[in-house]
């Protein structure tokens, strides 16, 4: 039986106990692309070529093994990137249906310009069926609006800075849609259901994760996606309370076409103690959520959710109004508004953590799934760094506390102001209030607050260029 291993190439031969080894260097053409590959293969001839067979060992032999904890976009997106670099890759998911069902109860999701390009680099022809199914928003009017008069309070540009970078243009989809989208390209051999991750073992060269129905399975390294809630990162820092926002948040999806469409995409209407956003989501149909300062709870209204929002809001602007009166009270959905304090470190070891499972932020500016999308890539291209000169464990180790570097400052800046925003936007006052005599039973007298001119201006100055920074991806693009 004779023995000829081809390491299919053109930059070096090496002759080895009679075989012949090659090396074939190649890059990938996209131009995000920043490593280039070496593929090796191997071709076996069995007694004198009656049979030949071409596998690429060698390249199986440096496989990464990637272990996933969470199927959600988070998730789901790491494993599509780690799929197509060729790595191995498991994902766990304790349910898909309950994830998917998530979707009804937090509604469409906002994909900035940034995200859709990490999208168009990790496959494209994902991010064509995202763009598909979204509807765009940042092609139309955008921004803040006094909820009693429903007047504009300030207005921001989401067109302009993504097409100067030449990306794709800000849109909403249905979580529901764009989790069957990636369920779908990953494919049901990656992604194991009904797989909840309750522990780990960290060992000198891998991780092992253990399930909740006793399986466990080996990797080299482990990405705790699962959420707010997090059984990895709970097991990483240990157990901590999340913290409560001091706003429970009303949804409604509603079949219903207004006058505006054509020319507004999304508006946060302001008020006191309480903000209402509301956004077209494509098909007919609107978004919206009403938030609202108070305790958290799950007991029900015994009148019914609408009934409680057309009380809360019942003196707000017309737009309002309309979209609360045409929701049918099974598509209200409440639940409270929860996060986490930052941390200075996501992982330890061969662990670490992405999306909301590192930094859970409040939803007020639409960027908690863009950041789990943005995490993805910056993991990926650390991770390859690695493959290219094997998964060696200390080398593995550096990389992930790289990602986590190289993502924090700029999560840790997007964290911090939507708890701002969310300050900011229920302590509108657009009015003066006369509380002391001789003025304090003046009820019709309506005198615009100072304050909010100064506001409007220093909006007006500063958002831009927040939401170019944001756009930009923080050196990405």
Not at 180 to 191: A, F, T, W
């Amino acid at each position: 039986m004779a023995s000829v291993q081809i390491l299919c190439a053109c930059t070096c031969q090496v002759q080895l106990q009679g075989s012949i080894r090659y090396r074939y260097d190649y890059g990938y053409p996209h131009h995000h692309d920043k490593i280039s590959k070496h593929r090796y293969y191997s071709i076996r001839v069995v007694d004198s070529g009656n049979e030949m067979v071409l596998s690429n060992l060698e390249e199986e032999k440096r496989k990464l093994r990637v272990l996933v904890a969470g199927g959600g976009i988070g998730g789901l997106v790491l494993a599509l990137a780690a799929k197509h670099r060729g790595y191995e890759v498991k994902v766990f998911e304790k349910d898909l249906s309950a994830v998917r069902g998530e979707g009804r109860h937090r509604g469409p999701i906002q994909l900035l310009s940034g995200a859709l390009a990490v999208l168009e680099t990790i496959d494209q022809s994902v991010a064509r069926q995202i763009m598909e199914a979204g509807c765009v928003t940042a092609n139309r009017t955008n921004g803040l609006a006094d909820g009693l008069s429903g007047d504009w309070f300030s207005v921001f540009d989401l067109f302009t800075p993504a097409s100067r970078k030449r990306l794709p243009l800000t849109l909403v989809i249905c979580r529901m849609a764009l989790q069957d989208i990636l369920v779908n390209k990953v494919g049901s051999n990656i992604i194991r259901n009904k797989s909840k991750v309750v522990d780990f073992i960290q060992e000198p060269n891998k991780v092992r994760v253990i399930l909740e129905n006793g399986e466990q399975h080996d990797g080299d390294i482990l990405i705790g996606a699962d959420g707010i809630w997090s059984e990895v990162r709970s097991k990483l820092f240990g157990q901590q309370e999340a913290n409560y926002s001091g706003f429970t948040c009303y949804s409604g999806l509603t079949s219903y076409v207004p006058p505006y469409i054509d020319t507004v995409g999304y508006r946060v209407f302001l008020g006191l103690n309480q903000y209402f956003v509301a956004s077209d989501v494509g098909h007919g149909k609107m978004q919206w959520y009403a938030f609202h300062g108070e305790p958290p709870s799950s007991d029900p209204f015994p009148e019914g959710k609408k009934k409680r929002l057309l009380d809360l809001f019942g003196n707000w602007c017309d737009e309002v109004i309309a979209l609360i009166s045409e929701t049918p009270e099974h598509m209200i959905i409440q639940r409270d508004i929860y996060d986490r304090d930052m941390i200075n470190t996501w992982g330890i070891g061969r662990v670490t953590l992405l999306g909301d499972a590192a930094h859970p932020m409040q939803p007020n500016l639409g960027q908690g799934g863009c950041m789990a999308i943005e995490d993805c890539y910056q993991l990926i291209l650390e991770l390859d760094k690695v493959a290219k000169h094997g998964s060696d464990g200390s080398e593995v180790i550096s990389a992930l506390r790289r990602y986590e570097k190289k993502r924090i400052p700029r999560v840790r800046v997007l964290h911090t102001a939507s708890r701002m925003a969310s300050q900011m936007l229920v302590n509108y006052r657009p009015y003066i209030e006369f509380k002391f005599w001789p003025l304090s039973n003046v009820t019709t007298m309506q005198i615009k607050h100072p304050g909010i001119h100064v506001a409007q201006a220093l909006f007006k100055f500063t958002f831009p260029q927040f939401v170019t920074w944001m756009i930009a991806g923080h050196g990405l693009w």
